[in-house]
């Protein structure tokens, strides 16, 4: 089995041959290949090289395609950008959404013209071209639709208008459903093998209203994505979600992320054993501050929580993306532990 199929096989439930590991590397693939995050988030040739340095150094079984969480709100209209090369691309400027009228000023998603959309999907493509028949790749779609939506509004003023104004905001998110859609579908079609998407501000808003508004679209919205691609669908919430877990076990997500505020003897209970997991070691305090041997004990113990449970859809992982200042020698203490034979039992034939 190669990296491409353990991954599809642990997501499956099936056995595999060894412990899948798949870090959320993003903008640490810059720092290694020597470019910037503007290089980096602006140049589809130079994103891809940075994914496969990182892929050629490390040898993860699964690589990331993403820039930052701005590129859909950009394809939309919002004004995006960076103060300095080192500094990833956000929000700049005023909302654009502040009114029912500039809703409607959004056009219909054209993911092969708008903002930095048609650049992630060359970077994709040669990504693919690449390594696609070794590796898993992981696309993101950038946001669910409450996080689009927060960005284009800010996030003081969608958690206002949620209670003053649910139909306004209904009436937003619909049309970030649209592009996220577009988005998913091209990077599916573009040779993704699964396709991921954050919601990180709907931890913020409590579990009913979670329910109500986010959970809702997040559901909406992956029900229409996997008939359309064929491709598994994850869902990322930063921080501590373990309010709003069940509720996130039920969007109809194939993948959870957890970060690392998660705890997995929590997860294991209340996620349900077709949906996989995939997390959830600390990038800041284990694997960008630990030492190889923190991160050997840390990972180690993620997956005695995985055996323990009796499951067998996991991908081992950082919870969130790596810290740029994350050393090498940590990287490779990770890597030599998903390729440690000792642990195949941890994740072959338990109950699926």
Known sequence: MNSKSIVAAALSGLPTSRMPI?????????????HTLRQYTTDPRLLAESVIAYYERFRPDAVWLSADTWVTAEAMGAKVGATNDQQPFGGMGEPLITTAT??????????????????????????VRALGWEV????????????????????????????????????????????????ACALGKAGADMLS????????????????????????LIRKIKPATGKPVSLH???????????????GADVLELDHAVNLDFACRVITPEVAIWGNLDPVRVLAQ????DITTAACKAVAAIRNAGRSRFVLSSGCTLAVETPIANLDALMAVSRDTRWLQSLVQPNK
């Open 22 to 34: 798949g870090p959320l590397a993003v903008h640490y693939c810059a720092g290694l290949a020597g």
């Open 237 to 251: 919430i930063c921080g501590n979600t373990t309010r709003i877990l069940p509720l996130m076990a039920s969007s």
């Open 290 to 293: 630990g030492t190889p041997e």
């Open 197 to 220: 998407g954050g919601d990180s501000p709907a931890v913020l808003i409590g579990p009913q209203l979670y329910e109500q508004v986010a959970l809702l679209a997040e559901s909406n």
């Open 102 to 127: 500039d809703i409607d000023r959004i056009p219909a998603p054209d993911v092969d013209r708008q903002g930095r959309c048609p650049l992630m999907l060359d970077a994709l493509a040669r990504i």
């Open 136 to 183: 898993f790749i992981v696309a993101c779609f950038d946001q669910y639709p409450f996080s689009l939506a927060a960005a284009l509004m800010g996030i003081n003023e969608i958690m206002l208008k949620i209670i003053d104004d649910p139909p306004f905001v209904a009436a937003l998110m619909a049309r970030c459903e649209e592009y996220a859609l577009a988005y």
